[in-house]
């Protein structure tokens, strides 16, 4: 079975530090991992994505996203948070070969001043 | 550059109505996905089309929700007949095979 485990339900940070929110999945196939976000009252952005390739990927507003095929982890760091950053973001794996999209239950980012 | 759009964007119906939900996806999306959102039971996929074919139907769900997809610009949402636990944000999200999937901006509904 699948899964997706986003383990911080909640992470407080000021504004201006660093943050990083973690996703573990498990799961032998091929697969991309994608992060988004969702502010409060509205859908979810998608934020980036990794499939292949420099396991670095770069996303909006100065996001970044690692994977680590050893871990089994994806997960989405931000040199400097702004306040704007304050949102719930979601990690989820999808498969190549069919449509299953797996999604973590959420990690609440709250930024404090 | 038109998103996926959904309306009404918030939705009050007493304990046994009949409510449809609309979602038009971004043009030229082949996957649509409705979900439901709770803070408790978080994302729940109810039914998730590719190239207008329905491939997952929401298995609990099945007996009261509804999604059609008549053409690939639009789709609906029926619950019949609606109860209170059916109280919730409900998404339509659209993706290319394998692309970031775009979501829409919800339907708040409230069963009474």
């Known amino acids: 079975t699948q899964t997706v485990s986003q383990s911080d339900a909640h992470v407080t940070v000021f504004e201006g530090d660093s943050v990083e929110l973690r996703c573990n999945y498990s799961?032998?196939?091929?697969?991309?991992l994608s992060w988004y976000i969702q502010h409060h009252g509205h859908g979810l952005q998608f934020l980036l994505k990794?499939?292949?390739?420099n396991p670095v990927v770069q996303g909006v507003n100065g996001f970044e996203a690692e994977f680590s095929k050893s871990d089994s982890s994806f997960h989405l760091r931000k040199a400097s948070v702004h306040w704007s950053d304050s949102a719930v973001y979601f990690c989820?794996?999808?498969?190549?070969?069919?449509?299953?999209?797996?999604w973590g239950s959420g990690t609440k980012l709250i930024i404090k001043p | 550059d038109a998103g996926v759009t959904q309306t009404p964007r918030h939705e009050v119906a007493e304990k046994g109505q009949t409510i449809i939900l609309k979602c038009e996806p971004v043009?030229?999306?082949?996957?649509l996905f409705w979900y439901r959102q709770t803070k408790i039971q978080g994302l729940e996929l109810l039914s998730y089309?590719?190239?207008?074919?329905?491939?997952?139907d929401g298995g609990a769900f099945k007996d009261r929700f509804k999604a059609e997809m008549l053409n690939s610009s639009f789709s609906t949402l029926k619950i019949q007949p609606t109860e209170p636990k059916d109280s919730a944000v409900y998404l339509c999200?659209?993706?290319?095979?394998?692309?970031?999937?775009?979501f829409g901006k919800g339907t708040r509904l409230t069963v009474v």
């Open positions: 989820a794996v999808r498969e190549y070969s069919n449509y299953q999209l797996i």
């Open positions: 799961y032998g196939g091929s697969i991309y």
């Open positions: 990794y499939y292949s390739g």
């Open positions: 043009s030229g999306h082949n996957d």
């Open positions: 089309f590719r190239s207008k074919s329905l491939m997952e």
């Open positions: 999200a659209s993706s290319l095979e394998q692309g970031a999937v775009f």
